[in-house]
């Protein structure tokens, strides 16, 4: 796959509920890292819980307003990430409040799928958004 399909791809395992689409991009021995949280997959298998568990809590999640730029070793993706509160989180309790933040993803390639991926984003406008204190 060239890099343009891959951030296609990338966005579209995080629009849909089908937990096996986000880990089809990555390598078998992937490193999926969400530096906000301080969480660290390894491996395919790991990518599809950490995307089940955000199923279970946002099940309409969504990503847009992707932007990126690449080289053959490399990619960068900024992009907005939205979604209904409808599972609970440790401490907050489903709310059914919609939350919407931008965020950055660095992802290295190997073999045409991702290697690693590392997401930033802001934990406090998320939950502020959806009622907690930050």
């Known amino acids: ?16 509920n089908e937990v096996d689409r986000l880990a089809e991009i990555f390598t078998d021995d992937c490193v999926y890292e969400d530096v906000t949280l301080g969480l660290v997959h390894h491996g395919r298998a790991a990518v599809q819980e950490f995307r089940r568990a955000y199923v279970a809590v946002f099940p309409d999640l969504g990503v847009d307003d992707i932007t990126y730029f690449a080289d053959d070793a490399s990619a960068c993706v900024s992009w907005t990430m939205s979604g209904t509160h409808e599972g609970d989180l440790p401490d907050l309790p489903a709310a059914g409040r919609r939350f919407s933040l931008r965020g950055v993803s660095v992802l290295t390639l190997a073999d045409g799928r991702f290697a690693s991926c590392r997401d930033y984003w802001d934990r406090t406008t998320l939950l502020h958004q959806l009622g907690a204190d930050a």
């Open 1 to 16: 796959m060239d890099v343009a399909e891959l951030v296609k791809g990338w966005s579209e395992g995080w629009s849909t």
